[in-house]
C-alpha cells in the first residue's frame, strides 16, 4: 500500500474507533445507578477511552496534515484495526448483554448484572491490554523531526498528560539539537548538581557501579539510586553532553511504562588520573527496595516461576525501546544493569540502568572495547575485540537484548564465578572456551553467537515456546543477511523504521505471551 493510501486508511479507522467510543461511553453512563461494583468498572472503561481518545485525535492531526512517516503509518494501522475490533466487539456485546428480555424470556436482575458485570470487565481487560501495547508505538512520534508536529501538540490544540507527557520529551529532544555540541551552564535549570545534594554514606549494590543513598536531610527513609558511568577518556569532549541529554529525557520517563528510573539530576565525580566521570540520581518507587543484579538473581533464586521470567523479559524490552525512541544506544545491556526490586520481599520490577557508555545514536561512536569474555558475550560480534571499525547502532542493543532473553528464559547465568580460582567461567553448557581463547576476537564472537543461537533452538521451545524462541532468535540474528531478518533491509539511519520492526516483531510479540 503506498503512502497516501496508508493515510487514509489510518484517518477512517480513527473516525469508525472514536464513534464506538463515543457509543461505549455512552452506554458505560447509562449505568450508573447500578450497584458499585458495575458503576466502578464502567467508570473505569471511560478513564481508559479518555486516554485512547487523546492520543487517537493526535494520530488523526498528524495523519490529516501528512507527519507520519510510511512505516509509522503501516504500523499504526495495524494497532487502529485491532482497537477497532476491540471497541465495536465491546459496543455489540454491551448492547446484546444489555437485553435482560426477549418474547418469552426475562432474564432475572441477579444474573443479568452478572453478565453485565462480566463483560464490562473483559472490555476494560482489553482496553488496558491495547493500551499497554500501543504506548510504545505513541512515543515513536518523538522520532518524527518535524515542527509541525510541535504545533499540533500545543496544549491550546492538544490538552491532557499524554500530549503533555510527548511534548515534554520532544522539548528535551529539541533542547538537545539546540545545545549538542555546549556543555550545561545554565545553573538555573541545569540538570547537574552538587555532590552535597546526596549523602555520603553509600551501600554499593554487589557486582555493579551502582549505590544505594538519599538525599541530605530526607527524614522520610526514601532511597535514591546513584548509576555511574565508566567513560573513555577519548569520550570526554562529548561524554558531558551525552550523559547531560540522556539526563533530560530520563527526567520525564514514567517507571510504571518503560521499565526506567526517573533521573532527577546528575553528579559530576571526579577521579585521581584527572577525569571526569558521573553519576544518575535516580529516583526509587515508593514501595521497591533490596535491589539485586539479574545476575545475582540467575545465580542465587534458581527456581524463578516462568510468569516472572516472562513479566522481566517484558519490561527489559519496554526499557530498551524508550532508549532508543529517545535517539540514543545503551551500550551495555547485560545482567549486570538490569535490577531487580523486591516488592513485599518478592521479586516485583526490573529497570534497565548501567548508562556506563551511553551516547546519542548518531554521535560519533568510541570504537575502543576491551578483551573480557563476560562482556563480550552480550556485544555483537562485529563489536568485539580491543578495537573496532564498525560504528555502534541500535541493532547491537537488540542482540545484546535477545541474549538476556536466552537467559531469562533459561533462568541460568552464562557466566559463573569460581571460588577455587577466583576468577569467572562459562557456564558449563555454554560451549565458547575455544572462542573465549581464539586470537580473533570476531571470529571467536561469532563462535559465541552460533552457539547461543543453538542453544535457543534447541532449549527454548520446550521451556518456553515457539514464540518466545522466534523472539530470541530476532533478536540475536537481528543483523544477519537474508530474507528472514526482519531487520536486514533496514538503513542504519533509519530509526523510525528500526523502532516499528522492534514493536512489531519483539515488544508486541512478548506482550502477546501470558502464563
Known amino acids: 500500500m503506498d503512502p497516501a493510501s496508508f493515510a487514509l486508511s489510518v484517518f477512517g479507522t480513527l473516525d469508525i474507533c472514536i464513534r464506538y467510543g463515543h457509543e461505549l461511553i455512552k452506554l458505560c453512563r447509562e449505568i450508573r445507578t447500578l450497584p458499585d461494583d458495575i458503576s466502578d468498572i464502567a467508570l473505569a472503561i471511560e478513564g481508559a477511552w479518555l486516554k485512547a481518545e487523546s492520543q487517537l485525535d493526535l494520530l488523526k492531526r498528524l495523519s490529516r496534515n501528512n507527519l507520519l512517516a510510511p512505516a509509522l503509518s503501516a504500523h499504526y494501522d495495524e494497532a487502529l484495526q485491532r482497537l477497532r475490533v476491540k471497541i465495536s466487539?465491546?459496543?455489540?456485546?454491551?448492547?446484546?448483554?444489555?437485553?435482560?428480555?426477549?418474547?418469552?424470556?426475562?432474564?432475572?436482575?441477579?444474573?443479568?448484572?452478572?453478565?453485565?458485570?462480566?463483560?464490562?470487565?473483559?472490555?476494560?481487560?482489553?482496553?488496558?491490554?491495547?493500551?499497554?501495547?500501543?504506548?510504545?508505538?505513541?512515543?515513536?512520534?518523538?522520532?518524527?523531526?518535524?515542527?509541525?508536529?510541535?504545533?499540533?501538540?500545543?496544549p491550546r490544540r492538544h490538552p491532557g498528560r499524554n500530549a503533555a507527557h510527548l511534548r515534554e520529551i520532544r522539548e528535551a529532544v529539541r533542547q538537545i539539537a539546540?545545545?549538542?555540541?555546549?556543555?550545561?551552564?545554565?545553573?538555573?535549570?541545569?540538570?547537574?548538581?552538587?555532590?552535597?545534594?546526596?549523602?555520603?554514606?553509600?551501600?554499593?549494590?554487589?557486582?555493579?557501579?551502582?549505590?544505594?543513598?538519599?538525599?541530605?536531610?530526607?527524614?522520610?527513609?526514601?532511597?535514591?539510586?546513584?548509576?555511574?558511568?565508566?567513560?573513555?577518556?577519548?569520550?570526554?569532549?562529548?561524554?558531558?553532553?551525552?550523559?547531560r541529554d540522556l539526563a533530560r529525557l530520563l527526567s520525564h520517563v514514567d517507571p510504571t511504562t518503560f521499565s526506567l528510573l526517573r533521573c532527577a539530576g546528575v553528579i559530576e565525580v571526579p577521579t585521581s588520573d584527572q577525569d571526569t566521570q558521573y553519576q544518575f540520581i535516580f529516583e526509587i518507587p515508593r514501595g521497591l527496595r533490596s535491589p539485586k543484579t539479574l545476575r545475582k538473581l540467575l545465580i542465587s533464586?534458581?527456581?524463578?516461576?516462568?510468569?516472572?521470567?516472562?513479566?522481566?523479559?517484558?519490561?527489559?524490552?519496554?526499557s530498551v525501546m524508550f532508549v532508543h525512541t529517545t535517539g540514543f544506544v545503551h551500550k551495555s545491556i547485560r545482567p549486570e544493569t538490569i535490577l531487580i526490586f523486591n516488592e513485599e520481599d518478592q521479586p516485583s520490577a526490573s529497570f534497565l540502568v548501567g548508562f556506563?557508555?551511553?551516547?546519542?545514536?548518531?554521535?560519533?561512536?568510541?570504537?575502543?572495547g576491551d578483551l573480557e569474555w563476560e562482556r563480550n558475550l552480550y556485544r555483537h560480534p562485529v563489536r568485539q575485540g580491543l578495537w573496532t571499525d564498525v560504528a555502534f547502532i541500535m541493532q547491537h542493543d537488540i542482540y545484546s537484548l535477545g541474549v538476556c532473553l536466552l537467559e531469562m528464559a533459561l533462568w541460568t547465568s552464562f557466566v559463573r564465578h569460581d571460588d577455587g580460582t577466583g576468577i569467572n567461567m562459562p557456564w558449563a553448557d555454554l560451549v565458547i572456551r575455544d572462542a573465549i581463547r581464539d586470537k580473533d576476537a570476531r571470529?571467536?564472537?561469532?563462535?559465541?553467537?552460533k552457539e547461543l543461537v543453538t542453544i535457543a533452538k534447541e532449549r527454548l521451545p520446550m521451556l518456553v515456546?515457539?514464540?518466545?524462541?522466534?523472539?530470541?532468535?530476532?533478536?540475536?540474528?537481528?543483523?544477519?543477511?537474508?530474507e528472514e531478518n526482519i531487520f536486514a533491509d533496514v538503513k542504519d539511519n533509519d530509526d523510525i523504521v528500526v523502532g516499528v520492526r522492534f514493536i512489531e516483531n519483539v515488544l508486541e510479540k512478548l506482550e502477546d505471551l501470558h502464563i
Request: hydrophobic share 35%; with cysteine.
Open 89 to 154: 466487539g465491546a459496543v455489540t456485546g454491551f448492547e446484546a448483554v444489555g437485553k435482560r428480555s426477549s418474547p418469552g424470556i426475562k432474564i432475572p436482575q441477579k444474573l443479568w448484572m452478572v453478565h453485565l458485570k462480566r463483560h464490562l470487565e473483559r472490555v476494560v481487560g482489553d482496553l488496558e491490554d491495547w493500551q499497554r501495547r500501543f504506548d510504545p508505538s505513541w512515543f515513536l512520534i518523538t522520532l518524527i523531526a518535524s515542527d509541525r508536529v510541535d504545533q499540533q501538540l500545543d
Open 443 to 449: 571470529r571467536g564472537g561469532f563462535a559465541m553467537k
Open 178 to 243: 539546540l545545545t549538542e555540541t555546549r556543555p550545561d551552564n545554565n545553573t538555573t535549570h541545569s540538570i547537574f548538581r552538587s555532590p552535597t545534594h546526596v549523602e555520603e554514606q553509600r551501600q554499593q549494590i554487589p557486582g555493579t557501579n551502582n549505590y544505594l543513598t538519599r538525599y541530605v536531610g530526607d527524614t522520610s527513609g526514601r532511597e535514591i539510586l546513584l548509576d555511574g558511568t565508566n567513560l573513555t577518556r577519548s569520550s570526554a569532549p562529548t561524554s558531558k553532553i551525552h550523559v
Open 465 to 482: 515456546g515457539d514464540q518466545y524462541t522466534e523472539i530470541v532468535l530476532a533478536c540475536l540474528c537481528c543483523l544477519d543477511g537474508g
Open 301 to 318: 533464586s534458581p527456581r524463578m516461576s516462568l510468569s516472572k521470567r516472562l513479566q522481566f523479559a517484558k519490561q527489559l524490552a519496554r
Open 356 to 368: 556506563e557508555r551511553i551516547r546519542r545514536a548518531e554521535a560519533r561512536t568510541d570504537l575502543l
